[in-house]
């Protein structure tokens, strides 16, 4: 090592140490509380990383779990994670942003931006997108599902709105795609071109968007859905394809890490990137998203009072994999951004359970528990197949809750895929049909477990099973069977 660059090292660690060191004693407490909480949920699964600013000091910046277990790299404030349908605030920035530059008003209607359009849909408002009151369905295909631009807002436009425009809330992914195509009628540039000259660029954040940055791709964690299901970052999907789907674009799917997303925090609260008076339209409660009136939708916001009966600003976004959390609650001057790359059950609540430990000093929450997919997965591992009985009697006794028909199936059908454990494949489903005998698909995939163990008349046996319980799927297989 060269004298310069121990110096690099010693310098750090002693900045480190004295920031530590300048702590209040109240910061220093939350810290411990929230790392001890954290770290200990690591070793029963978690995976992911924690941001908190507290009255305009970070109490805790950190990574748990890993990004990435081909190289063993450790998750920390630069890993890079799908963001999900947090993307939203960014596309209602954006929109506010146009508003502010006199390309749009926000009472516009879509007949503005779009020619043909059927007399129903003609006089909805950018307002109505914005707050999901504009009536259009959720999604029209999945995220990666191959789609023109023209195909898909035609296909859009031709589906049946499930309310009358500013009737009621209606949470629509497809609403928040229009918006990002009106980003991009209205500023003459691609949606992540405007959002990164606009928003990111002016905020400092680099490492946030979805083709546009030069990715730091040791920092890209891989999924691990229920710690169990591995999954490629979203990013290289992206790159593969070459563009990101309409089905995606605008309302999900956006990539960023914990140090960007508290630039993002502090280009909202300073100004930076909108005007008081925008960022006030943000954060405004348009619509109750409930009966009870608890909880409303602003623009990329839910407004809502929670604990203690204080403000808060939040929202949630997650493909089943990557799972991400933002509440803010601004009377309480407390931010919160939490990203995970394993997302289940058990891990999914993790930053409400840590707002509680800011918010609530008496709380003391219940420790992580490993997800009953992961610990079934180790149980496998671990004991041979005459040993099913005692995983049934443990899944019973510690996860009662979460124990149902989808569990043996999905691990059975995870390990055909793989390959492995095929005997084990087999008696998971044997107990899920012995569990639920008259579900035709169970039957269809215990036929998939004789077969893949050389079983051809038990699989036979069980496909016509399924049938008779109205797998009509398991028809194809059966014949493909018999004829081989």
Known sequence: MTKTNFCIILSLIIVNSFSQAQKKPQQASLYSKIDTYLTAGSKNGFSGAISVVKDGEIIINKGYGIANKDTQILNNPNTIFDIGSNSKQFTATAILKLAELGKLNLTDSLSKFFINLPKEKQYITIHQLLSHSAGFIDAIGNDFDKISQKQFFEKLFASKLLSEPGEKYSYSNTGYSILGR???LSSGQSYETFLNEYLFAPAGMKQTGYLLPKWNTKQMSRGY???VLETDPTIT???????????????????????????WYKALKTNTILSKESFKKLTTPYISMNS?????????????ESISNTLRFSHNGSNGTFSHTILWY?????????????????????AYVVAKIILDKSYVPKPIKDNIYSFTMSYINQHSTDKSNALAALLKENYADDFNSGLFNTIGNLLLKSNEN???????????VQLYPEDGNLWDSLGDGYKANNL?????????????????????????????
Not at 237 to 263: C, E, F, P
Not at 292 to 304: D, L, P, Q, S
Not at 330 to 350: L, M, Q, R
Request: aromatic share 10%; charged share 25%; net charge positive.
């Open 330 to 350: 601004p009377k309480k001057n407390t931010y919160i951004v939490y990203s995970t790359n394993a997302n289940s059950t058990k891990v999914e609540n993790i």
């Open 225 to 227: 859905n229920r710690n």
């Open 292 to 304: 009870e009136k608890t909880h409303k939708y602003g623009y990329g916001w839910v407004i809502n």
């Open 456 to 484: 051809k008349e038990d699989a036979i046996k069980s496909y016509q099973k399924a049938i008779e319980f109205g797998n009509i799927d398991s028809q194809k297989k059966l014949i493909e069977l018999i004829k081989n």
């Open 237 to 263: 999907r992206y790159q593969r394809d070459g563009d990101v789907t309409w089905h995606l674009k605008a309302n999900g799917g956006i990539n960023s890490t914990q140090n960007d997303m508290l630039l």
């Open 422 to 432: 095929l005997n084990w494949a087999l008696e998971l489903f044997k107990m899920n």
């Open 182 to 184: 009106i980003i991009e």
